[in-house]
Each structure stands twice: as structure tokens, then as C-alpha cells.
């Protein structure tokens, strides 16, 4: 099925806590990215891919993807009951390379592939721009493709119509030139069903370094429809204090697409953890995934992750929370969402 075939023919993309089939992955393996600037070793991001990875195959089927050159290094720290699929790849950020999937009541599911150009054309992509068409026909489902440039951690759904992004990403010169806010909330309408989309500034004036130029799954995350865990930090006169408060205001000031004001819980990022001599690092414990009956989250070794579990407890009753070192994966910028792609299972439930 083509895309100007679709309409609005009722496919949607699920909220993440709805139970997945599996969970999607990509495994590092380009040792010049991850050591040219980035201060750790690829031996040492494995192995928190691997604990991420790890952690999530308690709770659902994990299928990594693994460029041929890599193959034994993920042999050797990936669980065996994690599938390694051989495909060859850039990078190893799969929830903004890989699919978005989609549902429709009757037709089943399908995936999004937006046109990734690696944030703007930050690195090499090649590999990665094809990736989730890849993934698709790996799985024999349709593929719907569409010129806007975005990546998944652009993007959060409730399931129930809205969505939130920030404009520092989509609206940024670097991804769609010309293309206006209208002409992206159609596209989302008709690949994921939205019926209302919410921006954030993000991060407008790249403060914090972020490869990404401001992904929302650093600056919130639903818990459930009009409840969200919003990152704040306790150094109030830091330059991302700022950030933070501009994306807390812009939530304050919105309601979702069933009329909503939202109730927001704060989720303190771990600051004690930085790297202060580190050109990026990602602090933010909003970077959670959802598992089956289960909260993964970025943990650094530090008290503030025992405070972040808690409130990730109370938001998530019935679901364990399962921190998961990341302090060499923090360094490229990204945390455990960043890494993850969620595939539901159809019929869709939860």
C-alpha cells in the first residue's frame, strides 16, 4: 500500500505500555564513532547495550540487530535468548533508525519508515536510512514511507490521539526546510492516527550539546494518557534550567486531544553522574522504557537512581522497575529509550 493510498483509514501507532511482541535493537559496533570523541571504549558501550538487552529478554523476546563485522562480540554478551538478526548497519540508535509501528483494526500492523538523515546529517547513514524497510520486509509487513525527516525519539503517542514533539527537531532547518507545522500534523494524522500534536520548544538554541537537537524523549514521557514524568534538575540557574522550564511551560499550557490538562510528575536527571569533561552526556532518567511488566531504566550508580525507581514506581503500579547501568552509553548522548524500539503485539492489548 502506497502512502497517498492510506487516508485516514485508521491505522494508529499504540502507546508503548500496550504489550509488545518484541523489542528492537541495534548493537554498536563502529569503534571510530564511539571512541573519535566520546571518551569510552566500544567493549564498554556493549556491554551496556547488552545489559539493556539483557534486562528487557526477562520480560519479552529481544531481536538485535548486528552488522556482520560485529557478530561474535554480540554472541558473546547477548543472552541466548536474544535473536541476532545480520543486517549491516552505521550506528546503533534504533529508535530513531528503526520502524514506528503501526496498527489498523482490520489490517494488522505495518511501520512507519521516516526519511532518517542521522539528526540533520551529523554522521554517516547510508546503512541506517534504509533500516526500517529493512526491518519491515524482515518481518514481512508493509511499509509506509514519507519525505518528512524525523526519527522516533522525535515523537511521543498516548494512543488515544495525541502526540507531543519539539520544534527544535522537526521544524529545524537541518531536517524539513519548508515544510510547516500544518503540513506535519497531516502526516501524522494519517501514519499514526494523531489528532492532536504538541510542541515543545526543545532545545532552540542547542544548549545542552544534544546530537539530537532536543528529542522529547529526553524532556518528558506519558505514563499514561494525561499523565506525564517530566525532567527537571535542582541546579536552577544552569543553562538547562531554562530549556527545562520553557518545555514545562509549553505542557502547562496544553491540553491533549481529548481536552486534558496534563498531570505532571517531576523526574530529577542525574546530575552527579555527568562527566563534566564529556562533549555529551545523557542524564535524563525520562529516557525509560516501557517493557511487558516492566520499567528499564538508566541507572549511573548514584543515590538519585534510587529516587527516580521510586517515582517510576508510583507512576507505573504492577510494573517492576528495572534500573540498568548506562554511564558509557550516556556518553553518546542517548540512554535506554534512545536504543529501543517497541513492536506491539496484534491484536494489540493493554
Not at 493510498?5 to 535493537?25: C, D, K, L, Q
Not at 560485529?70 to 538478526?85: D, F
Not at 499550557?253 to 496534563?262: E, W
Request: hydrophobic share 40%; with cysteine; net charge negative.
Amino acid at each position: 500500500m502506497q502512502q497517498n493510498e492510506m487516508g485516514n483509514s485508521g491505522w494508529m501507532m499504540p502507546a508503548e505500555w500496550v504489550r509488545h511482541a518484541a523489542t528492537w535493537m541495534v548493537w554498536p559496533h563502529n569503534k571510530e564513532l564511539w571512541e573519535s570523541g566520546w571518551r569510552v571504549t566500544l567493549a564498554q558501550v556493549q556491554q551496556d547495550f547488552a545489559g539493556v538487552a539483557n534486562a528487557i529478554a526477562r520480560f519479552e523476546p529481544v531481536k538485535m540487530v548486528v552488522d556482520p563485522s560485529a557478530v561474535a562480540s554480540a554472541k558473546a554478551l547477548c543472552g541466548p535468548n536474544i535473536e541476532l538478526i545480520e543486517l549491516s548497519v552505521n550506528d546503533s540508535w534504533c529508535r530513531d533508525s528503526g520502524p514506528s509501528f503501526v496498527c489498523h483494526p482490520q489490517q494488522g500492523l505495518a511501520g512507519v519508515s521516516w526519511r532518517f538523515n542521522a539528526w540533520g546529517g551529523k554522521s554517516a547513514h547510508d546503512l541506517d536510512e534504509g533500516l526500517a524497510r529493512r526491518v519491515l520486509n524482515h518481518l514481512g509487513l508493509p511499509c509506509f514511507g514519507t519525505p518528512l525527516s524525523n526519527e522516533g525519539g522525535a515523537i511521543h503517542v498516548d494512543g488515544e490521539g495525541t502526540l507531543i514533539t519539539t520544534e527544535s527537531v522537526l521544524l529545524n532547518p537541518n531536517r524539513n526546510p519548508g515544510v510547516s507545522k500544518a503540513e506535519m500534523e497531516e502526516i501524522f494524522s494519517r501514519l499514526l492516527g494523531v489528532k492532536k500534536t504538541i510542541w515543545l520548544p526543545g532545545d532552540p538554541d542547542y544548549v545542552t550539546g544534544d546530537m539530537t537537537d532536543g528529542h522529547v524523549d529526553g524532556v518528558c514521557a506519558f505514563a499514561r494518557p494525561g499523565v506525564l514524568l517530566v525532567d527537571a534538575t535542582r541546579d536552577q540557574n544552569s543553562v538547562y534550567a531554562e530549556v527545562a522550564r520553557e518545555n514545562r511551560r509549553a505542557l502547562e499550557l496544553a491540553t491533549d486531544a481529548r481536552g486534558r490538562k496534563f498531570d505532571m510528575i517531576e523526574l530529577f536527571e542525574a546530575s552527579e553522574a555527568v562527566d563534566t569533561e564529556a562533549e555529551v552526556f545523557c542524564a535524563s532518567y525520562t529516557n525509560f522504557y516501557i517493557a511487558n511488566d516492566a520499567i528499564i531504566m538508566p541507572a549511573y550508580g548514584i543515590a538519585a537512581d534510587d529516587v527516580a525507581a521510586q517515582t517510576l514506581a508510583q507512576a507505573f503500579p504492577g510494573r517492576e522497575v528495572v534500573p540498568v547501568r548506562i554511564n558509557h552509553l550516556a556518553h553518546g548522548g542517548g540512554g535506554v529509550h534512545c536504543i529501543t524500539q517497541q513492536q506491539p503485539a496484534w491484536p494489540v492489548e493493554g
